[in-house]
């Protein structure tokens, strides 16, 4: 194995002592002189045309300096070239509950908050589409008018012989399996600041300048373009600290858009930052989704064919909808191998908060289905389903038959190691009543091989510069969101220049300062941004190495950098003797030449030139390759080679990436029968890697991805009635706390990627998807219940419990049969539409056209 | 979401609070640990003009022994005070027992005994901002004629949700009220109205100062049972308290209450007929947790369904006689 010094040792995140202190700046902490606050408008109607929209009211009241609405903006925009259906603010429908229409800009909260209860609205309401199957059948009132049967995008791909595999299978396993709706739930809530300077030649408003709490400040600086009208080169974003993504913020987000629309119209700085209840509405999360699986399998377990059909209620936007449903198939495969596929997908409009890319993006309710449905094979077969999963592995290097490149491929040791660490072989089958194991598998990709815009430009660029005080100063445009793409960053450059990773200064996602880069999104940072760190240091390496090689009088080949040190490695030298504690940094110091070595450099160097030299510091071999070369500075890129790029189908683009991630996980629950409460005692968690480039990060995200998955297997669910949303708040949308989460280990399989920087994949997002099959089989081997409806919340294991049982029925679960559902549930309850009753609210919606005196819409 | 605008005033004595209540009459709202009221004037369920801080009436803080024996705790009392005070968990583990599972550390640090018992009640169709509140269509409970719960229906079902009223009814608890015309004493079991908007016993110009536990309940063995989606945070969804006295293996006398199932906290009637001068059983337990659930009456206030939520109330009645039992 490669002896590293910094690569694959655990070390803190470089930006952790401002987050655990709370001196680090997140977007809400920035404020500018006369800056204004913005408030948001949000449509009470899930599906509306608006006739009118009279904000005199609002403007007039003291201490609002600007009211913005749909036609301050009204170019459509979307994160995918083929979905651009949104507007910053409602141009003529609203089309959910919580739907932008309106935003005032005043010089306190308080104001703009009662300036927007003085905007009157008419509205004329449409019929609101909220089931996606209903919606499926709808022929007028679409929601967007260019999308027949309110489907945004449907595929049918077909790869191999479908009927030839199922004819070959020993047994087909159908079933119909349901994944409620979750959210991201990140920390911080979205935030943007907007500021227009002047221009120095006309005094009108020039160049803008934009904060915001973003997984994608290109993207952004694209968007703000095109809704603007304004030139990229006029738009500088800058990515503060972001408190967590998850996907949730790495689209365009309406705030970002209309801070910058208000800030314009206010001729001021705005901020904007949503309330919690608004990040629900903005959401972007995993939608709804149904799955129809028929798996076909050899008596060993082998599978011959898989057909898939999926349904995705997608929200009122396309946002990333198309790309979710791509995925939900395309990663059917490189998992396991699988001779024969056949995909449908659908991705449906509804009138609620549009679903976007969430942790996992596409993967995770299908991997719920299939790994479910595997356990479901195993057990009528009588096999072990971690055998099972054994059979069925891929033999890479290989391209599966949907056209995914699979060079490194840790699953069997993934799945070796959580067999070995959960006593999987003695234990499972064997515990006491109400205990069990489960076992299930998940990957991902490491980035999309292909970008969301066509175009041959690279996926990630780095630069970096060096100067005489021997600071390294990288420019990135990937974005840190808490992942550690920034640590990681400095950790590739110090290891290939040899230095002490506290000489490295990341300088990340400001499109005035740093090169392009796409974003913090489908895993891809430390692939494609870390291959590109690489690249750019192995570039400015290049002048040190040679000028140290002069000034060594050695051939470049035998310079060595490492540890701070540069020497000639065709001495006697050895790295051992610059560690030991008369080591040259304390002499040199005691000497005074580090101190003023930035402008005495060259001085100091020239006077020291009675000889060749056998080592130098860092320092030194910096300020020889200025000496030398001039300015000190490279630049690396990186964009995923052709063979990686997938098949040539519709829709073939989505799925491939240069290399996949895979997790094994074993999960250890118990069941109390008389309450269907589950416990999550363990969860062994393998996760290769590729390289860990830092162990105690990779852990951190394995973990953080099993705790999420098991959010959406016990507690987590957006609750709908009739469009709204019951629970947008984190009270009642329940995120574990720390006391249901169970002791995770996690372990690390390092498959050593061939094309990934020194070796790395994806360890953000992979393993979610295994958490959530995984406590499903254990819950079937603790009690014998087949979930088929996630999440497991007490009520539907209580009511399978009972059914199997043969007890007397009760229905605690709104007529969906857990075990076997065959369409989502509603809240109870009733909307006020349903109500009655003469004297309403003034405020009351139900009031409208009843009260001639008040202005239609009454205040809303 | 802002805090609409009020003014605070900040009594530093009981008779003053009082006189502020007269001067102010029904336009304030009085606020303790805040944890309750302030995400409800946020969504603008409360604008009250005055809000009247208790904070600064040292009298009314902390754990004393009765007068006449028991313990007397001051309403401005934390609730994590009380969770970690020696004689509460000696003497009256029931109250031990609930107080410990309110919402989490954090917010029982700045949660108060007296918020526990003057919680308001809560829905999902009410516990929402002003926005949402008009999406749907305001209820009975709040600006509105609808009741989202029971449509059609006049009674707001809205059900109370604290923890600790279960088990201090269960001890026999009283409470002492402050009023214009001087001070009362009431049991806590007849404080609660069963109707989610009328909520208390409690005029406008009244504030609880004092929570009593009798002597004569000292050293009963207790359990309270809450069921929630999550181990912390959240809101009971139903719960269940028994107090019990127990001698020579047998059960003297017992009290069970439940919560978060009614628009009030109840004893159970009855429970005694089954529990007294019996050694609990499965079966006895049992019949306790019918009784229970035959009190119940859940409806879609809150998440999980009531059918479950009322289930929960049978088994959790059970198992918190077995548990007291076997304390």
Known sequence: ?860 | MSLPSFQLLRPKTLDEAMALMAKYDGQVKVVAGGTDLLPSMKQKLFTPPYVLDLRGISELRGIRSGAGGGVEIGVLTSLSTIEHALPIRKDYPVLYEAVKTVASPVLRNMGTIGGNLCLDTRCLWYNQSLLWRKSCGFCLKKDGDLCHVAPGGKFCWAAFSGDTPPALMCLGAEIEIAGPTGTRRTPLSEFYVNDGIARLHLAENEIVTRVYLPESSAGWRGSYQKLRVRGSIDYPLAGVAVALKMRAGRVEAVRVAITAVNPAPFLVKDADAHLVGVVPTEEIAGWVGDLAASTAKPLTTSALTPEYRREMVRVFAKRAVMSAAAN
């Not at chain 1, 002791?743 to 360890?763: L, M, R, T």
């Not at chain 1, 009972?802 to 989502?824: H, L, N, W, Y």
Request: charged share 25%; net charge negative.
């Open chain 1, 1 to 860: 194995m490669t002896d590293f010094s910094v690569i694959g040792k655990s070390i803190a995140m470089v930006d952790a002592a401002g987050k655990t202190t709370g001196a680090g700046k997140y977007t809400d902490d920035l404020s500018l002189p006369g800056m204004l606050v913005g408030k948001i408008l949000h449509s009470v109607y899930p599906h509306a045309r608006i006739k009118r929209i009279d904000t005199s009211r609002a403007k007039a009241l003291d201490g609002v300096v600007a009211v913005v609405t749909g036609a301050d903006a009204p170019n459509p925009y979307g994160i995918l070239p083929v979905g651009h259906d949104e507007t910053a603010l409602a141009v003529e429908k609203v089309r959910y509950v919580g739907d932008h229409v309106a935003c005032v800009a005043a010089i306190s909260e308080e104001i703009a908050e009662n300036a927007i209860e003085l905007i009157d609205v008419e509205y004329e309401l449409l019929p609101a589409y909220f089931d996606p199957v209903e919606s499926m059948k709808a022929e007028t009132d679409l929601i967007h008018e260019n999308r027949a049967h309110n489907i945004e995008k449907d595929y049918h791909h077909v790869f191999g012989d479908l009927d030839k595999g199922f004819a070959e299978a020993d047994y087909i396993a159908e079933g119909r399996y349901l994944a409620n709706e979750v959210t991201h739930a990140a920390m911080e809530p979205h935030s943007t600041l907007a500021n227009f300077e002047l221009d120095p030649h006309t005094g009108k408003l020039g160049r803008l300048t934009v904060w915001s709490s973003t997984q994608v400040p290109y993207y952004l600086q694209h968007k703000l373009s095109l809704v603007l009208e304004m030139p990229m080169s006029q738009i500088r974003v800058i990515k503060p600290l972001v408190g967590g993504g998850f996907g949730g913020k790495s689209e365009i987000i309406p705030l970002e858009i209309i801070a910058a629309v208000a800030a314009r119209a206010a001729r001021a700085p705005v901020k904007i930052t949503y309330t919690r209840e608004e990040v629900f509405w903005a959401h972007r999360g995993r939608p709804r989704t149904i799955i129809d699986l028929k798996t076909g399998v050899k008596n060993d377990g082998r599978m011959t064919a898989v057909a898939c059909k999926v349904i995705q209620d997608g929200g009122a936007y396309c946002s990333y909808g198309v790309v979710t449903i791509l995925y939900s198939g395309a990663l059917l495969g490189a998992l396991y191998d699988i001779p024969n596929i056949r995909y449908d997908g659908y991705r449906v409009l509804t009138n609620k908060p549009a679903c976007g890319a969430m942790r996992g993006h596409g993967t995770v309710n299908v991997r719920f289905a299939f790994e479910s449905q595997m356990d479901e094979i195993a057990a009528k077969l009588k096999l072990d389903p971690a055998e099972m999963r054994r059979v069925n592995l891929l033999k890479p290097p290989t391209v599966t038959v949907n056209g995914l490149r699979v060079l490194s491929y840790g699953l069997p040791e993934c799945i070796d190691q959580v067999v070995t660490r959960s006593g999987w072989k003695e234990r499972k089958g064997k515990l006491p009543k109400g205990r069990g194991l489960g076992v299930a598998c998940s990957h991902y990709v490491s980035g999309a091989a292909n970008s969301i815009i066509r175009s041959d430009m690279p996926h990630s660029t780095v630069n970096i510069k060096i100067d005489r005080d021997g600071s390294v100063v990288i420019y990135t445009g990937a974005s840190e969101i808490g992942q550690g793409s920034d640590t990681m960053t400095a950790q590739v450059v110090a290891e290939v220049l040899g230095c002490e990773i506290a000489r490295v200064n990341v300088i990340a996602a400001d499109t005035d300062l740093t090169p392009i880069d796409l974003g913090s999104y489908s895993s891809r940072v430390t692939f494609m941004a870390g291959n590109a760190a690489l690249r750019a240091a192995a570039d400015v390496k290049k002048n040190i190495v040679s000028a140290a090689a002069k000034r060594m009088n050695c051939a470049p080949e035998d310079v060595i950098m490492r540890n701070d040190r540069v020497w000639n490695g065709g001495t006697t030298l050895s790295d051992y003797d610059f560690t030991a504690s008369d080591s040259l940094g304390e002499k040199e110091a005691a000497r005074g030449h580090v101190d003023g070595q930035i402008l005495r450099g060259s001085v100091l160097q020239t006077r020291k030139e009675d000889g060749p030299k056998d080592h130098m510091s860092f320092e030194e071999a910096v300020v020889a390759a200025i000496d030398f070369h001039g300015a000190l500075t490279g630049t690396g890129s990186y964009a995923p080679p052709a063979a990686a790029r997938g098949g040539k189908h519709k829709g073939g683009g989505v799925g491939p990436s240069p290399a996949y991630s895979y997790s094994a996980q074993v999960a250890e629950v118990s069941v109390d029968e008389d309450t269907g409460e589950v416990t999550v005692h363990k969860v062994w968690a393998a996760h290769d890697c590729g390289r860990a480039l830092n162990p105690v990060a990779v852990e951190g995200q394995v973990i953080g991805s099993v705790w999420m998955g098991l959010g959406q297997a016990l507690e987590e669910e957006i609750v709908w009635k009739d469009g709204l949303l019951m629970n947008p708040g984190l009270l009642e949308y329940r995120s574990p706390s720390s006391t249901e989460s169970p002791e995770i280990e996690c372990i690390i399989v390092e498959s050593i990627d061939p094309e990934g920087p020194f070796g790395a994949k994806e360890a953000g997002e992979g393993s979610l998807a295994a958490t959530i099959p995984a406590i499903s089989n254990a819950i079937y081997d603790a009690v014998g219940v087949r979930l088929r409806e996630s999440p497991f919340t007490p009520e539907r294991v209580l009511a399978a419990l009972r059914a199997k049982k043969g007890m007397k029925r009760i229905e605690m679960t709104e007529s969906v049969d857990p075990t076997a559902p065959e369409k989502f549930r509603e809240h109870g309850g009733s909307l006020w539409f349903r109500g009655k009753g003469p004297m309403r609210h003034p405020l009351d919606p139900a009031r409208q056209g009843t009260n001639a005196g008040s202005p239609a819409g009454g205040g809303d």
